[in-house]
Each structure stands twice: as structure tokens, then as C-alpha cells.
């Protein structure tokens, strides 16, 4: 899989909601209610990431979620990491 | 809650395994064999968190998980800390 430009990428952000391209990935930030919440939500990125066999970089303090994309094997970021976060989006936006 | 000198720290990571006192916090890595592991291995530790009122400040990537404790309210490593510690380290032995 093909790494893409910075320009594609800045594109490509258009289509998503919050994202930034920091240090060589794609990377959000969200709070929710308290840890439970963070962690359940946590839990439902973690089975679609194992369905698409790309898998984020992500830190967790109590109600705050950071997560980092990029696809290491192509040195940046990939389509991969898009499909990722998009779907990382969606399910956010259906809590 | 009072938290502890920097002697009493170094004198209580003897009864723990594998962690250090690191940037004010105690912290420690661990590997598993892949990202569906680690993410079993964090939802057990999530679910003795709440029930200990205790979170960490933990990254994953992939089949890696390192976790920093400290007590915000207390501005620094407290009992707090080694209780969820212990129980951290109970929880990955078992596995």
C-alpha cells in the first residue's frame, strides 16, 4: 500500500471531522462522559481495528482518548489509516 | 491521601515486579502476542480500575501496553498507585 503526499492527505482530511495530520499520522483527540464510557467506546474500535487488520496508536487517560494512525510497513500514511478513522468516526458519532 | 517521598517509593517498587518511578509516575511495558491479547489483558485491568476508583495513563500500539499511575489530586505516587500496581501485575501473571 502506497503512502500519501501531504497533499493528498490534507485532501483526504476534508472528509473527515476533527482529524489532523501531526507528525507523520493522522491524530484526534476525544473526551467522553468518564472512564467507562472512554473504555467502551475503547472496546468497539477495537474489534473493527482487528477486522481490518490495522490497529492505532493510542493513549488513554481516564475520560480522554488520543489515537495516532499511520501504517508503519509503508512509512506514513496509507488509505488504511483513512478507512480506519472513518470508521473510528463513525461509531464515536453513534454513541 | 499523602504521597510518598521518593525513598519510599524506590523502597516499595521492591515488592513490585518490572515497574519504575519514571517522570513522577510509576510506569512500566509490557508485550503480548498480539493486539487481541493486549486489548483482553486492558479490559480486565479496566474493570478492577473502576472498581478500585484508580486509572492509569496507558498507550497501546499493537501488542504493547505501558502504564503510567500517579494521583493527580495528590501530586504524585500515593498507596493508591502500588494498590493498582499489585493488581495490575496479579492480572498479567495470571494470563
Redesign the interface.
Known amino acids: 500500500m502506497q503512502k500519501y503526499t501531504t497533499e493528498e492527505i490534507t485532501s483526504k482530511l476534508n472528509n473527515l471531522d476533527g482529524w489532523d495530520y501531526t507528525d507523520g499520522a493522522l491524530e484526534t483527540t476525544f473526551e467522553f462522559k468518564n ?2 464510557e472512554t ?1 467502551c467506546v ?2 468497539r474500535i ?1 474489534f473493527e ?2 477486522l481490518q487488520g490495522h ?8 475520560n480522554t482518548l488520543t489515537i495516532r494512525l499511520n501504517t508503519h510497513d509503508a512509512g506514513g500514511v496509507t488509505e488504511k489509516d483513512f478507512v480506519l478513522a472513518k470508521t473510528i468516526e463513525e461509531i464515536i458519532d453513534s454513541e
Open positions: 472512564f467507562k473504555f475503547m472496546t477495537a481495528c482487528e490497529h492505532p496508536d493510542w493513549t488513554n487517560v481516564y
